[in-house]
């Protein structure tokens, strides 16, 4: 009888832990909830300015030329990226001239009908070398936009041919060229987001230690000897009159993170920011200043720089 009452007793003690066990403590299952939508489509459409040389380098240049056997660093002009494309063409010299010998520039900046690139892309330069692109990639929209790209691509040779910065080239010294600005905060290994659209650097709200690294080169100048090397923080979006200026550490190899354009760079100029004392929503926007051996300071972005430029070399409390 004592055995019955014990396994009795025993049972009643294992539903009683079941059952509490099953009770109301457990956490909600988060599928439950009947309002639960299927994730949306946050894919981001980049929109440059279609005669700038971003948007000319993201549109064709990329796009079309730079595919296998072609422009894909197998012979210059090299577009595979945007400082390798931008750094082959402007006051680079011709290989392959008309005969009578026009060109002296595959982009003379100021004027597309002295640039061997913008002819290229209306003429057999020599009658058996065909018309530019020979080959277009399937996912290329040239065919359907050729003449409005043609028009881009001539409307920034007569501009002057703006690097992605808003600088204009000087013949015989190409200015140092800024492909990308990254953040991470507290020693992090992880680049911050940014705002849509390439925005601002999204920074966390209190946030003591912000590492802040700038992608640099420069055509003609090994990246060790490039002097000054200092960047200027401002929350005026075209003022930085007054405002402090901080030395850039500089390193052959810093980080690889993506760039501007989407692509893996190599960051190589540095420097460290306290935003602790900045409250939510506030924008901090960066130039940096470098000399190469040529005799002016180069500002990477400009006063002239279109404002999304100024606005990617930038971040954001949130």
């Known amino acids: 009888m004592r055995n019955i009452f014990t396994l009795a007793l025993a049972g009643l003690t294992l539903n009683l832990f ?24 946050t894919e981001e459409v980049i929109n440059f300015n279609p005669n700038s040389f971003e948007g000319i380098h993201y549109n064709v240049f990329r796009a ?17 990226s945007i400082e390798s494309a931008y750094n082959t063409i402007v006051y680079q010299p011709v290989i392959k001239n008309d005969p009578q010998g026009s060109f002296t520039y595959r982009v003379a900046p100021g004027d597309a009908t002295a640039s061997v690139l913008y002819y290229r892309l209306l003429t057999d330069i020599d009658g058996q070398s065909g018309i530019m692109p020979l080959a277009v990639n399937p ?45 991470f905060a507290g020693g992090s290994g992880i680049p911050l987001d940014r705002e849509p659209g390439l925005g601002p650097i999204k920074v966390p709200f209190g946030t003591t230690d912000l590492e802040v690294w700038f992608a ?3 055509a003609e100048t090994p990246l060790m000897n490039l002097s000054y090397n200092k960047v200027k923080v401002s929350e005026n979006l075209n003022d930085f009159g007054g405002v402090s200026e901080y030395q850039l550490n500089v390193v052959a190899n810093g980080v690889t993170a993506p760039g501007y354009l989407g692509d893996n760079v190599n960051f190589t100029h540095s420097f460290n920011f306290d935003a ?3 409250p939510v929503g506030t924008i901090l926007f960066m130039r940096v200043y470098i000399q190469d051996e040529g005799p002016t300071l180069t500002e990477i ?8 430029i100024k606005e990617y070399s930038a971040f954001i409390i949130e």
């Not at 080239?169 to 200015?175: A, M």
Request: hydrophobic share 25%; net charge negative; with cysteine.
């Open 301 to 308: 972005p400009t006063q002239g720089s279109f404002n999304y």
């Open 139 to 183: 996912e290329s929209d040239w065919l359907a936009n050729k003449q409005d790209y043609i028009n881009n691509i001539r409307n920034w040779i007569d501009a002057g041919a703006p690097d992605v910065n808003g600088n204009l080239p000087t013949e015989g010294n190409q200015l140092p060229q800024m492909s990308g600005v990254v953040g």
């Open 276 to 278: 602790s004392s900045y």
């Open 64 to 80: 079309t030329c730079a595919n296998s056997g072609c422009h894909d660093g197998t012979f210059e002009p090299d577009f595979r």
């Open 18 to 41: 079941v059952c509490a066990c099953n009770g109301n403590n457990d956490p909600p299952n988060p599928f439950d909830d009947p309002s639960l939508q299927p994730p949306e489509d």
């Open 216 to 218: 640099i080169e420069d």
